[in-house]
T-cell receptor, first 120, second 110 residues
Framework: DTGVSQDPRHKITKRGQNVTFRCDPI?????LYWYRQTLGQGPEFLTY????????KSRLLSDRFSAERPKGSFSTLEIQRTEQGDSAMYLC??????????????????FGEGSRLTVL | GQSLEQPSEVTAVEGAIVQINCTYQ??????LSWYQQHDGGAPTFLSY????GLEETGRFSSFLSRSDSYGYLLLQELQMKDSASYFC???????????FGTGTRLTVIP
């Protein structure tokens, strides 16, 4: 499989619990992104890694959210003390390093199918 | 900040042509992208315009006019499998991410 894979695909948890999602990007891609998507909306940017370095975080990423990419390969997104408002699809995407822009000149991100979180 | 406006829903007949518009407000961007997303699926890249004009990729074409802050996605010879949500997105200058519009849900009817 050469695509972006995410695990788990679905997670149901109770409010206050911690959850962790994993993303395995396309192996030769240096850039990794996390987005959140709620029903009827477009994906919203959360954070971005270049290799193992987390270079950008959205204001949407509260202190309860933490993301890592320890060896520049897979990444994890942890949400602590979940709230009902955290219920969403969490999408991971990757792209190859581009010169001055995403994925060179194509503007393409390769998305996984997402991890759907439901907080009860 | 950025904002991208799209019609929320569009319905079209199988075999027809449909245009999905995207108007934007942004201080600067590298290019305008289009993504397709089927229910429960991953967003998948369709097209990208770095420069003004028309880009054609098979049945799909995309257009950008920076002077009008406007772009569109044109789908020809519609097929039932084209029923999906379509998102325009910009990569703001100096940012390393895509900012997405709210999306247009396309329904293709027989």
């Amino acid at each position: 499989d050469t695509g972006v894979s995410q695990d788990p695909r679905h997670k149901i948890t109770k409010r206050g619990q911690n959850v962790t999602f994993r993303c395995d990007p396309i192996s030769e891609h240096n850039r990794l992104y996390w987005y959140r998507q709620t029903l009827g909306q477009g994906p919203e940017f959360l954070t971005y890694f270049q290799n193992e370095a987390q270079l950008e975080k959205s204001r949407l990423l509260s202190d309860r959210f933490s993301a890592e990419r320890p060896k520049g390969s897979f990444s994890t997104l942890e949400i602590q003390r979940t709230e009902q408002g955290d219920s969403a699809m969490y999408l991971c995407a990757s792209s190859p390093t581009g010169a001055g822009s995403l994925a060179g000149t194509t503007g393409e991100l390769f998305f996984g199918e997402g991890s759907r979180l439901t907080v009860l | 900040g950025q904002s991208l406006e799209q019609p929320s829903e569009v319905t079209a007949v199988e075999g027809a042509i449909v245009q999905i518009n995207c108007t934007y407000q942004t201080s600067g961007f590298y290019g305008l992208s289009w993504y397709q997303q089927h229910d429960g699926g991953a967003p998948t890249f369709l097209s990208y315009n770095a420069l003004d004009g028309l880009e054609e990729t098979g049945r799909f074409s995309s257009f950008l006019s920076r002077s009008d802050s406007y772009g569109y996605l044109l789908l020809q010879e519609l097929q039932m499998k084209d029923s999906a949500s379509y998102f325009c997105a910009v990569e703001p200058t100096g940012a390393n991410n895509l900012f997405f519009g709210t999306g247009t849900r396309l329904t293709v009817i027989p």
